[in-house]
T-cell receptor
Framework: NAGVTQTPKFQVLKTGQSMTLQCAQD?????MSWYRQDPGMGLRLIHY???????DQGEVPNGYNVSRSTTEDFPLRLLSAAPSQTSVYFC????????????FGSGTQLSVL | GIQVEQSPPDLILQEGANSTLRCNFS?????LQWFHQNPWGQLINLFY???GTKQNGRLSATTVATERYSLLYISSSQTTDSGVYFC????????FGKGTRLHILP
């Protein structure tokens, strides 16, 4: 049982480049989410989804797009990377009803130069 | 939206000491979780505790939902307890506090 799998683990981009962070889970979880972690800021929610075809914005959605075409996958897209998006990104998933434990991926360290 | 505040922000203790971490939330919730982020960045779920008290070894947690707070107790601290402790609550989405950074000195 792989749990929550994030790829890549590290990425360096130039300003203006685009990329997709991949997240997949094999636990049949309805709820999936993306967080960014910056020093002193804790974990801030970017986007989340409560099921296939349903997405919604979190606390810091600007500059990021998501889609949820399957239960298993929840990719995060940066269309035009900016230095302010340098951060550690975490994907997390859980059952939605009832809400139980939230499981995290191992994170992606992203640097935008 | 719901606000989550954790205290203290930083805590330095000698190995063997006990500690209490607090999580306050601004609105009524029916769910709360505690997480530990180890020095390598890995996030591990410690407790799912919407109310009442749970214990797991040297760690225990209590949530009083009617008073909008939760406490995480760590007894007989070990250096492996170092890291950042987060609490999280859910309304329609899961929101985290900013965490308590715990450093256990050998």
């Amino acid at each position: 049982n792989a749990g929550v799998t994030q790829t890549p683990k590290f990425q360096v981009l130039k300003t203006g480049q685009s990329m997709t962070l991949q997240c997949a889970q094999d636990m049949n979880h309805e709820y999936m989410s993306w967080y960014r972690q910056d020093p002193g800021m804790g974990l801030r929610l970017i986007h989340y989804s409560v099921g296939a075809g349903i997405t919604d914005q979190g606390e810091v959605p600007n500059g990021y797009n998501v889609s949820r075409s399957t239960t298993e996958d929840f990719p995060l897209r940066l269309l035009s990377a900016a230095p302010s998006q340098t951060s550690v990104y975490f994907c997390a998933s859980s059952y939605a009803r009832p809400w139980e434990k939230l499981f995290f991926g191992s994170g992606t360290q992203l640097s935008v130069l | 939206g719901i606000q989550v505040e954790q205290s203290p922000p930083d805590l330095i203790l000698q190995e063997g000491a006990n500690s209490t971490l607090r999580c306050n939330f601004s609105d009524s919730v029916n769910n709360l979780q505690w997480f530990h982020q180890n020095p390598w960045g890995q996030l591990i779920n410690l407790f799912y505790i919407p109310s009442g008290t749970k214990q797991n070894g040297r760690l225990s947690a209590t949530t009083v939902a009617t008073e909008r707070y939760s406490l995480l107790y760590i007894s007989s601290s070990q250096t492996t307890d170092s890291g950042v402790y987060f609490c999280a609550v859910r309304d329609d989405k899961i929101i985290f506090g900013k965490g308590t950074r715990l450093h256990i000195l050998p």
